[in-house]
């Protein structure tokens, strides 16, 4: 990593501008008065719908359950929005067969026949970053979030209760089946099409597993940045916290340090082996073991009102957020962190570049396969990069066609829970050549530890969270990437959240422009 890399977390003059900066505190513009401000999703609604207008969101948005239910709410919203500013019809604008007709509001950007309706109308429209809510309304037939109750009748409307007594039914019969299920099944025997173990559940019992810590132990350079920023000056004499320990590392490193306590908490049976570690190593007199979620136990023989000076964790997932543990550290800092305490690290950024898949990708399968010609899986691999699926690998940096931007900064001793939510505009300057993919990469830094930056861009050296890829998919006109020319600027919208369905995984959308073209790429990094 190169110097100016190496400090830019301690820097005030970084060379990111200001207004590079996420605003997290999403306003909402009704649509049909654009110029009244509203701090939630539900009270714009409202606005719009029981205004003079009387414009019903929900109720004109396209099917749920439409494979481009997001692209098509977009073009919907935003053709609504220019409707608005040229003073022309909402009602002109309507769903139809799978496409959004009418509209656009007339004037100059209707007689550009190549307007540009994924373009938002307005900058950080909250309706657009809040396109899975708006799904999630949609679904239910909820129109007035508040009440939670269709608008178009009341909660008293004999065919509404009886939908939703039919509902309910419906879901109980579900469950007495897998009561049944789980009741008849021997002890020994899963019950009949049993889900996955719980989110946390399956999350906790997969760090049990000893190949999982070999593998961060030997990613050297994880585990030599915190062992270098594990410096005497920070931990001589203070109060320790150690979030998910594992084999105990940190705990290990910190007592090295000078700590006079260490807590090393995790809720992984994989502790049982820690105290031994700790033990044999000498440390068992400062460093206490303990099993549990530190964000809800006590520290043993200290009582609920226990301050920690310093908590450690090595929380980071693919793409920084993968795995969601940064919720739980958060916690435990509001619980445990005394009004002088650090976190360690202290700081992390996000990272967006475009890159270009090299022609080896696929070339193992144009070549002679044990004798026999396998080429029919290229079109295989093509078809799976465009599922939706994340990819996690090592991007080479000579793969890298844009400039690399930030697109999220962390200051991990104030920072809550909701802040890990992205949605930002991107502006990425191109080398040249094509972009057929998207790369997501992350940094942290250390208190106190001037120089020492644990990175994991596709320039740094390799570690185990590699680079996480999101592919520009084929479209209805063949485009498998963006043609870029030298200096070109590539723009769009970034967003990156929890899965819906599990916390733990990554649900990513780009939206890209460029020269009148434009494209929405929706992809997930599941567990």
């Given amino acids: 990593m190169s110097n100016d890399a190496s400090s830019r977390h301690n820097s005030d003059s970084d060379d990111d501008n200001d207004d590079d900066d996420i605003s997290l505190s999403l306003t909402f513009h009704p649509i049909t008065q654009p110029e009244q401000v509203f701090s939630s999703l539900a009270e714009a609604l409202e606005h719009d719908r029981t205004g003079p207008a009387q414009f019903d969101l929900i109720s004109h948005l396209p099917p749920p359950d439409h494979e481009d239910f997001f692209e098509l709410s977009i073009t919907f919203i935003n053709k609504c929005r220019l409707a608005v500013r040229n003073g022309s019809d909402l009602k002109a604008i309507t769903y139809s067969d799978g496409n ?94 049993s889900a996955r173990p719980d989110n946390d559940s399956y999350y906790f019992a997969s760090y049990s597993h000893p190949a999982i810590h070999e593998q961060m132990l030997r990613d050297e350079p994880r585990t030599l940045a915190y062992a270098n920023a594990t410096t005497p000056t920070l931990f001589r004499n203070k109060v320790v916290l150690d979030v998910g320990c594992g084999t105990g590392i940190l705990s290990l490193l910190a007592a090295r340090a000078g700590a006079r306590r260490v807590y090393a908490v995790d809720d992984c049976d994989i502790v049982h082996t820690t105290r031994d570690i700790v033990k044999k190593n000498g440390y068992e007199e400062v460093i206490t073991v303990m099993k549990g979620r530190a964000e809800t136990m006590e520290l043993s023989g200290c009582g609920d009102d226990v301050k920690v000076d310093v908590i450690v964790s090595e929380w980071m997932g693919y793409a920084l957020f993968f795995e969601n543990m940064l919720d739980s550290v958060i916690r435990t800092r509001e619980r445990f962190m005394t009004a002088g305490g650090t976190m360690f690290p202290d700081a992390a950024r996000v990272f967006l570049e475009g890159a270009h898949a090299p022609p080896e990708s696929t070339s193992f399968w144009k070549a002679d396969v044990y004798g026999f010609d396998m080429t029919d899986m290229i079109p ?104 870029l020319k030298e200096g070109e600027v590539l723009e769009g919208t970034f967003e990156m959240k929890r899965g819906v ?23 997930c990094l599941k567990a």
């Fill in 501 to 523: 369905e599990n916390s733990r995984e990554l649900e990513f959308v780009i939206f890209w422009e460029l020269r009148g073209k434009d494209g929405c790429i929706r992809s």
């Fill in 100 to 193: 959004i007709v009418g509209g656009g509001g007339g004037g100059e950007e209707e007689e550009n026949e190549s307007v540009n309706y994924f373009k938002p109308v307005i900058d950080e429209d909250g309706f657009l970053i809040s396109l899975e809510e708006l799904n999630n309304l949609k679904r239910s037939g909820v129109t007035d979030p508040e009440n939670n109750t269709p608008s178009s009748s009341s909660a008293t409307d004999v065919k509404y209760l009886q939908d939703q007594i039919a509902a309910l039914q419906s879901q109980l019969a579900l469950a007495s089946t897998k009561l049944i299920d789980f009741t008849t099944s021997s002890s020994n025997t899963p019950p009949k099409n």
């Fill in 380 to 483: 295989y691999v093509s078809h799976k990069r465009n599922a939706g699926a994340a990819d996690v690998e090592v991007v080479a940096a000579e793969c890298v066609t844009t400039s690399r931007e930030t697109v999220l900064s962390l200051d991990l001793n104030t920072c809550g829970a909701n802040d890990t939510q992205i949605a930002t505009r991107f502006r990425l300057s191109s080398k040249g050549g094509v972009v057929d993919r998207f790369v997501v990469s992350f940094d942290v830094g250390f208190p106190g530890a001037e120089g020492v930056v644990l990175g994991t861009g596709c320039g740094d050296k390799e570690t185990h969270w590699k680079q996480t890829v999101i592919w520009v998919c084929e479209d209805q006109k063949g485009l498998a990437g963006i043609e």
